[in-house]
């Protein structure tokens, strides 16, 4: 698939604003600032999503449609645990999360993004843990590579996968660095399997 046809379809406050759940589409999420919005520019070799030096403002659910293939889509949700976002908020995010990991017939795969210097913080786990009780197969993605030395960039992918195979369900782990390309390659081939079947 050429993730670079990506384009922007709309921007939805909440699920229920989301495009007809039809066809297939792969989801995006992670904290605030964990660079999600460079990944996914990464793979679409555009500046479609919003880096923001303001974590946690972006609370709308963005959608982009592949033009290369019929009906698939992806899918960039807001970012989670930013310290200053009110609780009610927090909760409402929470639900809406939970809804869409449940209830969505489209949904054929999530991308986690976590900073590969503090991965599987308590939201991380949550969403995981969401994500395999709906039997969504996972993509973590450790980004920011490029910020540790080869073995220590080696350590923490071992940890993690270590981690993450005590959970029973479809779960892949890989660095990923938007700067220089790290991991793009196995990120495409992921989402090709979970669009192409
Ligand atoms: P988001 O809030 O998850 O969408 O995160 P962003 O993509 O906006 O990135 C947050 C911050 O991390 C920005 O300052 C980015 O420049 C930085 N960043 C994102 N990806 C990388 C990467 O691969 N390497 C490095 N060194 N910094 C990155």
């Given at each position: 698939i050429k993730y670079n046809t990506a384009s922007f379809v709309t921007s939805a406050p909440d699920i229920t604003k989301l495009p007809a759940d039809t066809g297939i589409e792969v989801a995006f999420a992670g904290r605030s600032n964990a660079g999600k919005s460079s990944a996914l520019n990464a793979l679409t070799d555009q500046k479609l999503a919003r880096t923001s030096k303001t974590p946690g403002r972006t609370q709308l659910i963005n959608t982009f449609e592949l033009a290369?293939?019929?009906d698939m889509r992806l899918i960039d949700l807001p970012g989670y645990?930013?310290?200053?976002?009110p609780i009610e908020m927090k909760k409402k995010w929470q639900k809406s999360l939970g809804e869409y990991l449940q209830k969505?017939?489209?949904?054929?795969g999530i991308v986690i993004l976590m900073d590969i210097r503090h991965p599987l913080k308590d939201l991380d786990r949550d969403l995981i843990n969401w994500a395999i009780g709906s039997e969504i197969p996972v993509l973590a993605l450790l980004t920011k590579?490029?910020?540790?030395?080869q073995g220590a960039r080696k350590a923490q992918v071992l940890q993690v996968r270590r981690e993450l195979s005590t959970l029973d369900g479809d779960i892949t782990v890989h660095a990923f660095s938007s700067l220089k390309g790290t991991g793009l390659p196995e990120v495409a081939k992921k989402l090709d399997e979970w669009f192409l079947g």
């Open positions: 290369d293939v019929d645990g930013f310290a200053k976002v969505r017939q489209s949904l054929k590579a490029d910020k540790l030395k």
